[in-house]
């Protein structure tokens, strides 16, 4: 018996271990690991709100505030809905396990590798791609933070060399303690990014496999009906009714995964879709008043590329919502083409079984607001639109 998580998931073990939310490791130091990123990214949230009592509440502070806080807060919900539903990451981990194990024909485990070993690339290509962004941003908001502590340096000027890219207010000496809370804020976006990463791949990890299952549904309906034509007799008529029963079981499975993880992270995801929707129209507001107005380069790249992380993590959400519904449909599509015309009537009856099941289109269902697919990423992005419009219009 091979482990799936050596296997397949090792990558997304070692980013939850990194930030104290991998299921298994309940160990103290893991305890403490946890309680101290937690609140890391709470206290910086609370030290942003407190801008409100010592800054000028105009609609551009107010706007950069809430852009920020909002994207901080979005990290902080997936960090807490993950930690609360532990065991569901656990007990989802443990039925991928033994369907794995259940797989006897070889193509079939073939089938299932396929996408083990789509969603373990998909992990690597997506820590790649952070760490290079997380390169860029860090270097971009590193760099306009310690200018001005440069520029002092340098030119002896006899002036204030405090700058952070987030609007904070601690309520201490903030030039004297500069580096004390340049190191606070770096440390919750450096936590929170890790955070989205790790539970983000491990989503994207389990969803490959719930297609993996549908996908071999497909197989074993194809698989029936080439035993029965190659020889028709008793004994063949007896393995189609076996093979599809296993189809129709898989296929049962694979929706059960499927739902069972979603209704399990369903609060969650409502407010992920809530405030990712008013942080990408906050962030839109405010790269057009950053260019209207100061045009600070280094404020409008980090916001610009705030922006486009939060579009492309909407988009990435969506696309394995459409990848599970394509998947679905394919095993319709498939009972469809097979030549069940040729076959008796009994198992004419059970492909219609599963012709009358691919009438209602499955999806990953939230809250039943939102079946993620890419109409749904659509309407996310065209609602974050008109929610600039308006706030524009009404400057």
């Avoid at 930030?19 to 893991?30: E, I, M, N, R």
């Avoid at 709470?42 to 942003?48: E, G, W």
């Avoid at 296929?251 to 369903?266: L, N, P």
């Avoid at 009972?335 to 009358?356: C, D, G, H, N, S």
């Amino acid at each position: 018996m091979s482990c799936i998580v050596e296997r397949y998931f090792n990558l997304n073990r070692i980013l939850l271990l990194l930030v104290g939310l991998w299921p298994y490791q309940k160990s103290k130091l893991a305890q403490f690991q946890l309680i101290c990123f937690f609140s890391i990214l709470v206290t910086f949230i609370v030290f942003q709100l407190t801008t409100f009592m010592t800054l000028k509440c105009t609609i551009n502070n107010i706007i950069k505030i809430l852009s920020d806080t909002f994207s901080i807060l979005i990290l902080v919900i997936k960090y807490n809905s993950f930690y609360i539903n532990s065991n569901t990451v656990k007990y989802s981990m443990e039925q991928l396990q033994r369907i794995h194990d259940e797989l006897k024909d070889s193509n079939e485990i073939a089938i299932i590798e396929k996408y083990g070993n789509d969603a373990k690339r998909y992990t690597t290509i997506l820590t790649i791609m952070l760490f290079r962004f997380f390169i860029c941003s860090l270097s971009i908001a590193v760099s306009a933070q310690l200018w001005p502590d440069l520029m002092y340096v340098i030119s002896f000027a006899n002036k204030s060399r405090y700058h952070l890219y987030f609007s904070t207010e601690y309520f201490i000496d903030q030039e004297r303690y500069f580096y004390l809370l340049l190191f606070h804020t770096n440390a919750a976006v450096c936590i929170g990014l890790i955070v989205l990463l790790a539970t983000g791949t491990l989503l994207i990890a389990y969803f490959q496999h719930a297609c993996g299952m549908f996908k071999i549904a497909s197989y074993r309906i194809e698989n029936a009906l080439e035993i029965y034509v190659s020889k028709i007799n008793l004994k063949n008529e007896y393995l189609v009714y076996r093979s599809l029963i296993y189809a129709v079981h898989i296929h049962q499975k694979a929706m059960m995964f499927s739902e069972y993880v979603i209704s399990r992270f369903e609060i969650s995801f409502m407010l992920l879709i809530f405030f990712g929707v008013i942080t990408m129209s906050l962030k839109i507001y405010q790269i057009f008043q950053i260019i209207s107005t100061t045009y600070n380069i280094e404020e409008l790249l980090l916001t610009f590329i705030g922006t486009l992380f939060c579009l492309l993590y909407m988009f990435l959400a969506n696309l394995v919502g459409q990848n599970i519904t394509d998947h679905c449909n394919l095993v319709s599509t498939t009972a469809y083409e097979v030549r069940w015309y040729i076959t008796p009537p009994q198992i004419q009856k059970m492909i219609l079984f599963l012709l009358q099941r691919g009438t209602k289109t499955f999806g990953l269902n939230v809250g039943g607001l939102f079946i993620a697919s890419l109409e749904c990423f659509a309407t996310l992005a065209n609602a974050s639109l008109s929610y600039f419009t308006v706030m524009y219009s009404m400057q």
